[in-house]
């Protein structure tokens, strides 16, 4: 069983559209996360969330939603997709703030 | 805000030579955490060091933690083709407790056999 899992693992669509990521963990973690890997492999927190309630939000444009239907799910929504979008979007739970990070195998974001 | 840096950016080595990555904070860490990130896949986590001086070791990996918790290594002992990846450092901001972590840009390691 995959700890944390991410779908679709690969995203390639034209600028202006709209897409979504959605992820969901096993674990029974309290903690979500979505990351972004730039091509130079520069990994920056997005958003986190904890029992469904947002902790983090990094300055990240409002054309990016989360949403955390409940605590296993945190799924991301992208508006108005433009090139710079283009990226791998890894998702993340953890046990306490302090904790290990269970990164999912990544969504990799292609904006044409 | 806080930074993290991590040097070398690239490391090639022959298999069996020694490998060493070095992480930097501009601020003194509550704890620090290493990830392995092999290509194409995701990071995986390693190991927290939170003690100041702290050593751990994993086999042919061992950690440190500085004594004044703003610099942690990584050596790896005689490499091998399975060490090929790229290795983040990250520690949380400041004292708040949010789980949010800072990730050094990463040393990205190619072992020649």
């Known amino acids: 069983d995959t700890a944390v899992s991410q779908t679709p693992k690969y995203l390639v669509t034209q600028m202006g559209n709209d897409k979504s990521i959605k992820c969901e963990q096993n674990?029974?973690?309290?903690?979500m996360y979505w990351y972004k890997q730039d091509s130079k492999k520069f990994l920056k927190i997005m958003f986190s969330?904890?029992?469904?309630?947002?902790?983090i939000n990094e300055t990240v444009p409002n054309r990016f939603s989360p949403k955390s239907p409940d605590k296993a799910h945190l799924n991301l929504h992208i508006n108005s997709l433009e090139l710079g979008d283009s990226a791998v979007y890894f998702c993340?739970?953890?046990?306490?703030?302090?904790?290990?990070?269970?990164f999912g195998e990544g969504s990799r974001l292609t904006v044409l | 805000g806080q930074q993290v840096m991590q040097i070398p950016q690239y490391q090639h080595v022959q298999e069996g030579e020694d490998f060493t990555t070095y992480c930097n904070s501009s601020?003194?860490?509550?704890?620090i955490q290493w990830y392995k990130q092999r290509p194409g896949g995701h990071p995986v986590f390693l190991i927290q060091?939170?003690?100041?001086?702290e050593v751990k070791k994993q086999k042919r990996l061992t950690f440190q933690f500085g004594e004044a918790k703003k610099n942690s290594s990584l050596h790896i002992t005689a490499t091998q083709t399975t060490d090929v990846g790229t290795y983040f450092c990250?520690?949380?901001?400041?004292?708040?407790?949010?789980?949010?972590?800072?990730f050094g840009q990463g040393t990205t390691l190619q072992v020649k056999p």
């Open positions: 060091l939170v003690k100041s001086g």
């Open positions: 990250a520690g949380p901001p400041g004292s708040g407790n949010t789980g949010k972590l800072i």
């Open positions: 993340a739970s953890s046990q306490a703030f302090t904790g290990e990070l269970f």
């Open positions: 969330y904890n029992n469904k309630e947002l902790i």
């Open positions: 601020t003194t860490l509550s704890n």
């Open positions: 674990l029974g973690h309290d903690t």
